[in-house]
């Protein structure tokens, strides 16, 4: 990793960075401003909407920093202290502003319980992820524990499922029942030791099949016109695959270890 000069710091990664803790900051506003005029489900809507656009900034500027070069302590810091508030904060206040206004039926200490269970998890699992990973591109081929930005994506992609069921279904048990289910969840899952693959980094690098170009095609397409559906799809199924990925390895530590115990047996 270079060391920025006094006063010198690279401008694009930067400015990408910023550009996700504007929109983390835009999520925070609109999720806890005041009943105003304008209709609550579309001002909590966007703000789910910005934290998604700040995942797109921050799965960008560490990506044009290693190809441009211009890793840099400077930036790895400015990276978590934005990646806190976007992906800890606007999350965690977001679920606390829907399910607040609209399920007051909530004990209000679970509620805060919930949220403050997941903003702590993400702030540990930066924390630890600064002091873990190296600046070279094979340290962020994959992750120990859930990263933060899929998991503010999940909370954010339900709660933009929970308005549109809401508003054309009438269907109200996606937030009341799910969401804080899933702050506890997703929470935990980022300070454990489950591994997840670096989606982007996986679905990007090296030359694929013409075949698979069409398949990332039609999913984007998919997410284009049915977006608030598909959109908790695949975050629960990147949520799911590494627990099932998890599992697996456990079931192969154990025949391995029972495999060699008969070997030292006989």
């Known amino acids: ?114 949220c403050i269970v997941y903003l702590v998890c993400a702030i540990l699992r930066l924390a630890r992820f600064n002091v873990t990973t190296q600046p070279e591109d094979e340290h962020h081929r994959s992750f120990v524990g859930l990263p933060s930005p899929p998991a503010a994506g999940m909370i954010a992609s339900f709660v933009i499922l929970h308005v549109n069921l809401l508003h054309e279904y009438d269907f109200r048990w996606v937030a009341p029942v799910v969401l804080p289910l899933l702050l506890l969840g997703v929470g935990l899952l980022m300070v454990s030791k489950v591994r997840y693959v670096h989606l982007i980094h996986t679905l990007t690098r090296g030359e694929r099949s013409f075949p698979f170009l069409l398949g990332l095609v039609f999913m984007i397409f998919l997410v284009a016109v049915l977006r608030e559906f598909i959109l908790p799809i695949i975050f629960t199924t990147y949520l799911l695959s590494g627990l099932i990925g998890f599992a697996i390895d456990r079931v192969l530590d154990r025949i391995d270890l029972a495999q060699n115990r008969d070997s030292f047996f006989r």
């Not at 710091?9 to 996700?20: A, M, R």
């Not at 209709?39 to 909407?49: D, P």
């Not at 302590?73 to 606390?96: K, Q, R, T």
Request: net charge neutral.
């Open 1 to 114: 990793m270079t060391t920025t000069r006094q006063g010198r710091f690279p401008v694009l990664p930067t400015l990408i960075t910023l550009g996700s803790l504007f929109c983390g900051f835009g999520a925070i506003i609109l999720a806890t401003m005041p009943k105003t005029g304008v209709n609550q489900l579309v001002r909590i809507e966007f703000a789910a909407w910005l934290i998604l656009a700040a995942m797109v900034f921050d799965a960008l500027d560490g990506r044009v920093a290693r190809m441009s070069g211009q890793t840099s302590e400077f930036g790895a810091h400015l990276d978590s202290l934005c990646d806190g508030i976007s992906f800890g904060v606007a999350p965690a206040a977001l679920a606390m502003s829907v399910l607040s206004e609209f399920y007051q039926r909530w004990p209000a200490r679970l509620i805060w319980v919930a």
